[in-house]
């Protein structure tokens, strides 16, 4: 998804960004703040917007947040139950819904870092990479003394571009106070490389506007500082990362968060045994959905490693294969049985365990999850999707085409997902003997997207065949 200014923005987003500029000139922040959400939602890569509406925040708050200290505290523990619910959708793959969610929580507290670090997950994702950079600049500003984020800002804009000279005055300030801390040392020269580059002409190289002359002078600067970068590999660092919060924790017992990191760091270098046990630990002293997902995607993460060890050249390589994913299949459909029981009013939960059931063959199981699901509005087309493709396999394709009918009507914009609705019901008319009727809603696709799917090839056979 690329990050958009306002003129590549849609026509609706455009009306409405205009008119909450205006509210916040007449400093009615409310609705400021209501109509930059709804822009977001309709396009997550305007960063401008997201500008906007963060200092309209601030402006709302005067720079404080509604709830003052103890409120802050709360949200950086992650208890605001928006907060939650952004992170459960961040989780599923949501991130679009998400990074909406995480806005609304900083309508009330703009400094949450929680809400911050959701929108900078999310836009790492969707890749955004400006947006990456702008959220954590005030990471960087709510936690000055967190050197695990002033590091990861740093890299954003060594990879992602930014203001540089920023970066690296952070990184002096970390390093002045830690002169023997060897991250911040490599992470300084890493983005010290990314200036000399950038300064000596190499970005102009990369979009094809510039020329090696303008860059000799800088040439074997740029190539010790490269050279340095990378020497050091990410293995080291994370072992080294890891080595420091061991110790963390054996000093801060009780400290959640670093255990937390721990955890995922250990996942990061295959240590699924620890990472889980990490996890659990925190779950017994506080309970939290996110840590049942963590521990959900640990052992999947865990289940894909051992596909990843086995001899690609064995005899019995793709029985030994099939069985893991088999177990994996298993798994997260038992997983996602447990949660939709454990949370029955979370309608998303609903419709990712219809999707699981259907995707194992549990048609008349998923086809009672997905008619609860529609009613969850950020679900409720896909669910009757999937509703559909449940009818359908159940040869009752009268009742597939009407529920395709009624997703159709409710998708004014012919995105991907239209696409696929348009597909599933021309392949139901198909199977209703509509030869015609079908081929019209492959049509449709044709125009816009010629290589959809077999769609070209059904549409090239039935002119041929005229």
């Known amino acids: 998804m690329p990050e958009k200014t306002l003129n590549e923005t849609g026509r609706d987003a455009r009306v409405l960004y205009q008119k909450a500029l205006e509210a916040c000139q007449r400093e009615n922040y409310d609705y400021a703040l209501a109509l930059f959400g709804q822009v977001l939602v309709k396009e997550p890569g305007f960063l401008d917007c997201?500008?906007?509406?963060?200092?309209?925040?601030?402006?709302?708050t005067g720079g404080s947040g509604a709830g003052g200290f103890f409120k802050k505290m709360?949200?950086?523990?992650?208890?605001?139950p928006l907060l939650t619910k952004a992170q459960f959708a961040l989780q599923r793959g949501n991130h679009a819904e998400a990074m909406a969610i995480a806005e609304q929580v900083l309508n009330t507290d703009p400094h949450s870092s929680a809400a911050q670090r959701v929108i900078v997950t999310a836009a790492q994702a969707l890749e955004l990479p400006a947006t990456v950079l702008f959220g954590l600049e005030y990471l960087v500003k709510n936690s000055p003394k967190d050197k695990a984020v002033a590091i990861?800002?740093?890299?954003?804009?060594?990879?992602?571009?930014?203001?540089?000279?920023?970066?690296?005055?952070?990184?002096?300030?970390?390093?002045?106070?830690?002169?023997?801390?060897?991250?911040?040392?490599?992470?300084?020269?890493?983005?010290?490389?990314?200036?000399?580059?950038?300064?000596?002409?190499?970005?102009?190289?990369?979009?094809?506007?510039?020329?090696?002359?303008?860059?000799?002078?800088?040439?074997?600067e740029a190539v010790t500082l490269e050279q340095e970068k990378k020497v050091q590999s990410s293995a080291d660092n994370t072992t080294r990362l890891i080595e420091e919060y061991e110790g963390r924790l054996r000093t801060e017992p009780a400290n959640l968060k670093v255990a937390r990191t721990l955890a995922e760091l250990y996942t990061q270098k295959g240590n699924f045994a620890g990472a889980i046990h990490l996890y659990n630990q925190i779950r017994n002293v506080a309970p939290d959905p996110t840590i049942d997902k963590a521990i959900s995607d640990t052992s999947l993460k865990q289940l894909d490693f051992q596909i990843t060890q086995l001899n690609p050249f064995a005899a019995d390589f793709a029985e030994q294969s099939a069985a893991i994913q088999?177990?994996?299949?298993?798994?997260?459909?038992?997983?996602?049985?447990?949660?939709?029981?454990?949370?029955?009013?979370?309608?998303?939960?609903?419709?990712?365990?219809?999707?699981?059931?259907?995707?194992?063959?549990?048609?008349?199981?998923?086809?009672?999850?997905?008619?609860?699901?529609?009613?969850?509005?950020?679900?409720?087309?896909?669910?009757?999707?999937?509703?559909?493709?449940?009818?359908?396999?159940?040869?009752?394709?009268?009742?597939?085409?009407?529920k395709l009918q009624e997703a159709l009507k409710e998708k004014p914009v012919f995105d991907d997902e239209k696409k696929d609705l348009t597909y599933q019901f021309g392949c139901v008319l198909e199977s209703m003997n509509k030869r015609e009727e079908a081929i019209e809603q492959f049509k449709l696709i044709y125009e816009a997207d010629v290589s959809y799917r077999d769609v070209g090839a059904k549409v090239d056979a039935y002119y041929a065949g005229q």
Do not use: W
């Not at 997201?50 to 709302?60: C, F, P």
């Not at 029981?341 to 194992?360: I, S, V």
């Open 50 to 60: 997201r500008k906007q509406l963060r200092a309209a925040q601030l402006a709302k």
């Open 326 to 402: 088999a177990q994996k299949q298993a798994f997260q459909l038992e997983e996602a049985k447990k949660m939709a029981d454990k949370y029955p009013t979370d309608l998303a939960l609903k419709y990712e365990l219809g999707a699981l059931l259907l995707a194992n063959g549990k048609i008349s199981e998923a086809t009672a999850e997905l008619q609860k699901a529609q009613g969850n509005p950020n679900k409720r087309i896909a669910a009757m999707n999937l509703l559909a493709q449940c009818f359908a396999k159940r040869k009752m394709y009268d009742m597939a085409a009407r």
């Open 74 to 80: 709360l949200s950086g523990a992650g208890s605001s």
């Open 152 to 220: 990861e800002y740093a890299d954003a804009l060594t990879h992602g571009g930014g203001d540089t000279a920023h970066g690296e005055r952070v990184l002096e300030e970390f390093l002045r106070q830690n002169p023997n801390d060897t991250d911040l040392a490599q992470a300084l020269k890493n983005l010290s490389a990314r200036k000399t580059l950038d300064e000596g002409g190499y970005g102009a190289l990369e979009d094809g506007t510039g020329s090696y002359r303008d860059v000799l002078k800088n040439k074997e």
